[in-house]
């Protein structure tokens, strides 16, 4: 399975969002003792803390105004944002209260995000792009006529670092038809950069909930699909796969 099996089109579909959803409240726990002092997105890797690597990719492919979501130590997070993030309006989904996960907190944003699809991103993503930026290839692939959810995945023998068994399976067409069993492996692993749709955010719980709620619904719908990603990513969820991601990064 390659980036071919959909159709990356310079227009019309392929205009980049100008705002993007950048996930940022999580706990961290797995990344211990590093986060005892500071959040996870600004654990450093490379020289830069993770979320800055995230935004030099929002800002290489065009994106004008993130909407981030901050609850652990948000005060640390807010400052670094006022300080670094140049070049990109920021607008802060304050979950202080209660961290609501990555469905409730895209539900909390909805309003900031408008009624076209939406591109989040994870803030400790570190992805290096292939022959093609990896967020234009996304919204190339756009299909609004067939997509709720579109999935920048990457084959599991090229997750780096990442300890898991895969997540999805997709057709010849890159339709994601199913998710990993139990005890099984599944060839692609979701690398916390998509596109979604406001469509689908509908109906959803109070309270705390993941986003798979959502793609279940795109998946059963025949509405989900995956873009394989052609460039580097990496799993960067504990200390020990920094030390592996910046070996292979000085490498090139």
Not at 27 to 38: E, F, N, V, Y
């Amino acid at each position: 399975m390659t980036a071919r099996t959909l159709a990356i089109r310079p227009d019309p579909g392929g205009r980049v969002p100008e705002t993007a959803m950048v996930m940022a409240a999580g706990l961290g726990k797995r990344m211990r003792p590093l986060t005892a002092t500071r959040p996870k997105p600004l654990v450093e890797v490379a020289g830069k803390p993770l979320i800055d690597h995230v935004f030099d990719r929002l800002r290489s492919a065009g994106v004008k105004r993130a909407v981030v979501n901050v609850h652990y130590m948000a005060d640390a997070l807010e400052a670094h944002l006022r300080a670094r993030a140049a070049g990109i309006e920021i607008v802060v989904s304050d979950e202080r209260a209660q961290l609501l996960e990555t469905g409730g907190g895209l539900v909390k944003a909805l309003p900031e995000l408008g009624d076209q699809p939406i591109l989040c991103a994870n803030s400790d993503n570190l992805w290096v792009d292939g022959p093609t930026d990896a967020i234009r290839a996304l919204a190339a692939a756009w299909d609004d006529g067939a997509m709720d959810v579109l999935l920048l995945l990457v084959p599991l023998a090229r997750a780096h670092s990442h300890g898991g068994k895969g997540d999805f399976h997709l057709d010849a067409h890159g339709r994601i038809t199913a998710r990993r069993r139990a005890g099984r492996l599944a060839p692609f692993v979701y690398t916390g950069v998509q596109m979604i749709h406001p469509r689908v955010i509908v109906d959803a719980p109070d309270g705390p909930f993941s986003t798979n709620l959502f793609w279940n619904r795109a998946i059963e719908a025949g509405r989900a699909y995956g873009l394989v990603h052609q460039g580097l990513w990496f799993d960067v969820g504990t200390p020990a796969a920094i030390g592996a991601t910046e070996a292979m990064l000085a490498d090139g």
